[in-house]
Every structure is written in C-alpha cells, then in structure tokens.
T-cell receptor
C-alpha cells in the first residue's frame, strides 16, 4: 500500500525554539494532506488541511501563526511549530489520501508514523 | 458539527473471546468510515474502510458494519488474541465547509487481551 513518512520521528527542543516536521508521500502524489495532534490517551484532533499551491485551512482554535504549514510540492508538506512551549508537546501525525479529492468515496487515508515533540 | 463517540473506552477480555467495539457519529452525511489500530506511541494502521454505500467489510478475523441511518458502526473481532491488544479508533469522513472533506476521530477503545 501507499506509504507516508514523517521526519523526524521524535524531537526534543527548548522552549522558544521552532521545530519543523516533514510529511512525505513516498509513492504517490498528494494534493491534500492533513495534520493531526494527539495528546496522551486522547484521540487525534485535526489541526489543519494542507493544500498544495494554496494556503492551508485551519480548524477552529488552531493558531495559524503558531503552526505554519507549507505544502511545497505534491509529495511534501511541512508543519513548523513556532516558538514552541511545553504545552505544544504532543504527538503530531500527518495523513494523505491516495486518490484525488474528486474520488472522495473510494480513497483510503494513509497515515504517517507520527512525530513526538517534547518541549522542555 | 460531526462528533464521533466510541464505547467502551477500555475493554479487557480473555484470549479467545469474541468482542464488539462500538462507534457512533452524529452526522450521517459521511463519505466513509474507517477503523484503525494504534499501538502505544505508534502511528495508525488502517484495518477496514466502509464506504457510505456499503453495509460491512471483512478482513480475516475482523468484521466492520455500518448503519448510516442510525449513525453507528461496529467492529467485531473474532477469537481475540493477545496480539490484538491496542487502541482501536474509528474515523468518519465527511464534507467540510470549504468544498473539501475532513475526518473526525473517536477517542478510541483501549483493548487488552489476556493470555
């Protein structure tokens, strides 16, 4: 099946620094990617939809200036956590549907392995 | 606004038992519903995807059903094994308000199968 990779798999940083997380679709093109955040023992919460060639769409309550998303190509989306603080520590997961958005009823979402961010 | 609920939140069963995990969603206007497995500290593994026009899907010991009208889906696991221990998440995909789509997850059911 399709593969989505994330880099890094884990990162520890000091408060106030910025961290970039990459999400890549390895063997297919993804015009749309999704970024989720998961706190311990909680479910995945959709943060934003990343759109190749246009601005990301953020969910209510997610600060777009803090979580910068850049969909640089059809196989790469990046999430930058700017001026990270301990409360940003979480598990960040990206996903991508393999088929174009026009085939909404048939595609499966493929998820990356996640990036664990710890802010000291 | 779509809300997805999973019951029970946690479940512990002896090996070999058949079990059912429940998922309910408030907005029946979904494109599909997907069940995932998540091991501690890991990403998601897709188990089954049921399209809105389908009633069920099967894969090995797993069977998932979908009743859109009542907003419910169940995941049936036959002859459970200790290796089935994980968190099981259901996710409903439907339209967003900008012409695209988005997926809403339930909080998951943490399953522990005792040897």
């Amino acid at each position: 099946g399709a593969v989505v990779s994330q880099h890094p798999s884990w990162v520890i940083c000091k408060s106030g620094t910025s961290v970039k997380i990459e999400c890549r679709s390895l063997d297919f093109q993804a015009t749309t990617m999704f970024w989720y955040r998961q706190f311990p023992k909680q479910s995945l919460m959709l943060m934003a939809t990343s759109n190749e060639g246009s601005k990301a769409t953020y969910e209510q309550g997610v600060e777009k200036d803090k979580f910068l998303i850049n969909h640089a190509s059809l196989t790469l989306s990046t999430l930058t956590v700017t001026s990270a603080h301990p409360e940003d520590s979480s598990f960040y997961i990206c996903s991508a549907p393999q088929e174009p958005e026009t085939l909404l009823s048939t595609d499966t979402q493929y998820f990356g392995p996640g990036t664990r961010l710890t802010v000291l | 606004k779509q809300e997805v609920t999973q019951i029970p939140a946690a479940l512990s069963v002896p090996e070999g038992e058949n079990l059912v995990l429940n998922c309910s969603f408030t907005d029946s206007a979904i494109y599909n519903l997907q069940w995932f497995r998540q091991d501690p500290g890991k990403g998601l593994t897709s188990l089954l995807l049921i399209q809105s026009s389908q009633r069920e899907q099967t894969s090995g010991r797993l069977n998932a059903s979908l009743d859109k009208s009542s907003g419910r889906s169940t995941l049936y696991i036959a002859a459970s094994q200790p290796g089935d221990s994980a968190t099981y998440l259901c996710a409903a995909r439907g339209p967003n308000n900008t012409g695209g789509f988005k997926t809403i997850f339930g909080a998951g059911t943490r399953l522990f199968v005792k040897a």
